[in-house]
């Protein structure tokens, strides 16, 4: 029989190895948090959201190569979710959903986890910035494209641990 449990414990067992490598932080609200991928130089800057309505978080996620994504958050409804996504030289203004579509290469449920490995979805910008968070297949994203299979010489894994505050 097969403990379906174990992966979980065995990712769990290494986000707390991954996040005793980090010395730990005061409070640092959401909004003006830094992350950095242990596997990759990637890291996530939030900034404040600000004349959205439905965007409860933004963020930009710096690559190797010099890419800069813009990221941001919308809950869904129905079955409430934060939903990323993850763009690429969006067009501004009045877009399409297609040119939408071509220009974004992430989408997913953001989770969030803390010191103890509790896991949860990320919360709104106006809240304490949690230990760490997932990006579920963000890689494989990447990796699949437009930048493709040789478009980074080195890929980010799905957890970003929080690094500190911006001033």
């Known amino acids: 029989m097969t403990n379906i449990a174990s992966p979980m414990i065995g990712f769990m067992a290494g986000l707390a190895v991954l996040a005793a490598g980090y010395e730990a932080h005061a409070a640092c609200p959401l909004a003006l948090a830094v992350y950095g991928d242990a596997e990759s130089e990637a890291g996530i800057d939030f900034r404040p959201t600000t004349d959205a309505v439905t965007v409860t978080n933004s963020f930009k996620m710096v690559l190797d190569k010099g890419i800069v994504l813009d990221g941001i958050v919308m809950w ?3 079955v409430s979710r934060p939903q ?3 763009m690429y030289k969006c067009p501004t203004g009045d877009v399409t959903g297609d040119e939408l579509a071509a220009c974004t290469v992430w989408q997913g449920v953001i989770y969030s986890a ?3 490995g509790n896991i949860a979805l990320l ?4 809240t ?10 963000l890689g494989p994203s990447l990796q699949m ?3 493709g299979p040789n478009g980074f010489s080195k ?6 641990l929080l690094k500190g505050c911006q001033e």
């Open 145 to 147: 494209s437009a930048f």
């Open 128 to 137: 304490d910035a949690p230990q760490s968070l997932i990006f579920p297949d």
């Open 76 to 78: 869904t409804s129905g």
């Open 84 to 86: 990323g996504s993850l």
């Open 155 to 160: 890929l980010p894994w799905d957890v970003f």
């Open 114 to 116: 803390d010191d103890k």
């Open 123 to 126: 919360a709104a910008e106006g």
